[in-house]
């Protein structure tokens, strides 16, 4: 079994309205009562969406504990709020030949996943409009799967704040949907920033960098010792067939 994880912001979909930010802010505001300004937030590229709530929160002055007891509520509110703003459509936003290359792997009998900082309802939205979720739902689902969203395999930004935590939660589900164990040498990471190779090197995947986010270069990108890096989607298919 050959599984290739996907990160989303940059790597799949890009440039996409800022609704996503307006989301937080809204659950900021419903469960906080503070108000976040989406403009204002700090650097959010690899992040978990709980990671950037928890940052952006104590800046606003929410405290710590507090932040912690209403976490989980916080993302069912984002995602709630995610559903109202977001664009139906979303197929403008991909990166370069991102519906070709899931289609390529698809085809070639790879399994594909996720490891996105988004919620997964925020997840599975955003995929929806941009006309890429289907390519991530499993066909043979065991019928006691106990899944929230969809038969997919991932891990997600409401599940840990810590995106190294999400790799070994999309293996979990890999084996709960399919049956089958991935092995960590056939099990590949692709992102476009530090925080996705970290993650996947830190449970011994393969992990491919891809220069098609906002923040960070191909140069920046390999300095931190990917299997590879590319310089979008395109070169992914061979970078994972000739490893
Ligand atoms: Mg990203």
Not at 13 to 42: K, M, N, S, Y
Not at 92 to 114: E, F, I, N, Q, R
Not at 131 to 138: C, D, I, K, N, T
Request: with cysteine; aromatic share 6%.
């Amino acid at each position: 079994m050959r599984l290739i994880l996907f990160d989303i912001d940059g790597t799949l979909v890009r440039g996409a309205p800022p609704v996503h930010r307006q989301a937080l802010c809204e659950a900021a505001r419903a469960i906080f009562d503070v108000r976040l300004t989406a403009a204002e937030f700090g650097q959010t590229a690899g992040m978990t969406d709980s990671a950037i709530a928890r940052r952006e929160l104590l800046a606003a002055g929410v405290p710590d504990a507090e932040i912690t007891t209403g976490l989980a509520t916080f993302c069912i509110a984002a995602a709630d709020a995610y559903d109202l703003l977001a664009p139906a459509d979303l197929r403008a936003y991909h990166t370069p030949h991102a519906a070709s290359t899931l289609d390529w792997l698809l085809a070639s009998g790879a399994t594909l996943g996720l490891v996105t900082g988004n919620i997964e309802r925020i997840a599975w939205r955003k995929l929806s409009a941009a006309g890429l979720a289907a390519r991530f739902v499993q066909a043979q689902t065991p019928p006691d799967a106990d899944l929230r969203v969809a038969p997919w395999i991932g891990g997600f930004g409401d599940q840990a704040e810590d995106r190294a935590a999400l790799p070994p939660l999309a293996l979990a589900r890999a084996a709960r949907l399919t049956g089958a164990h991935p092995q960590r040498r056939d099990t590949w990471v692709i992102g476009d920033t530090p925080a996705d190779i970290s993650c996947g090197a830190a449970h011994g995947l393969r992990v491919i960098a891809v220069a098609t986010g906002s923040v960070h270069s191909l140069d920046d990108l390999r300095a931190c010792a990917p299997d590879a890096a590319l310089r979008d989607l395109s070169e992914l298919t061979e970078a994972i067939f000739t490893a």
